[in-house]
């Protein structure tokens, strides 16, 4: 539990770092932006293996706190649909990057509102929980800092169909492949 909760702290406290100091975070990024990005990604990086390792350990072990009825993992699968693309969406600037404020926001947020409906570890609790709460508050804070850019392709129409099409796609590789393979748990049951 201790190296989970501290990649949990090490990864969000570097996420959250412009929702809480960010005069700070401009400070870092205006002396050296290539040093502020290492030090960002490597942080964030020891936080992802610590929380990995964590989670693994918690879950052979793990602190049941409620069961989700099996069909509501079809309803999650469903509910997981727009993820992907709603994730890719500011690197490919269209209709839905406009329409959708912080689409990447909110795709973490219907990822950690699915994988809560459907696992009721305490484990799972803390990782998509921190995630969620996270998200939300990030969202929230979003509303009175300017907005970063972001490096994406030129505005375009055609963006909408790439982004959904990518999506989607990596949306099929996931359920139908690399959930299974990477985390050794079958989404589709």
Do not use: C
């Amino acid at each position: 539990m201790p190296q989970f909760l501290l990649g949990l702290a090490l990864f969000f406290g570097m996420h959250s770092i412009s929702i809480v100091a960010l005069p700070l975070r401009d400070q870092l990024a205006a002396k050296s932006e290539i040093g502020w990005k290492i030090l960002y990604g490597s942080v964030s990086l020891i936080g992802i293996i610590l929380i990995s390792r964590g989670y693994v350990d918690l879950r052979q072990a793990p602190t049941l706190l409620y069961v989700s009825p099996i069909w509501l993992h079809h309803v999650v699968t469903i509910l997981l649909l727009p993820t992907f693309i709603l994730f890719l969406a500011p690197y490919f600037p269209g209709r839905i990057n406009n329409t959708v404020k912080h689409p990447q926001l909110v795709a973490v947020m219907i990822w950690a509102v699915a994988h809560l409906l459907v696992n009721g570890t305490l484990a799972d609790l803390l990782l998509f929980g921190s995630f969620l709460l996270w998200a939300i508050v990030d969202r929230i804070s979003m509303m009175n800092r300017a907005t970063r850019s972001v490096p994406s392709v030129p505005q375009s129409k055609a963006n909408d169909i790439i982004v959904v099409v990518v999506g989607l796609a990596v949306y099929a590789a996931i359920v139908f492949w690399l959930h299974e393979t990477l985390l050794g748990v079958k989404p589709l049951i």
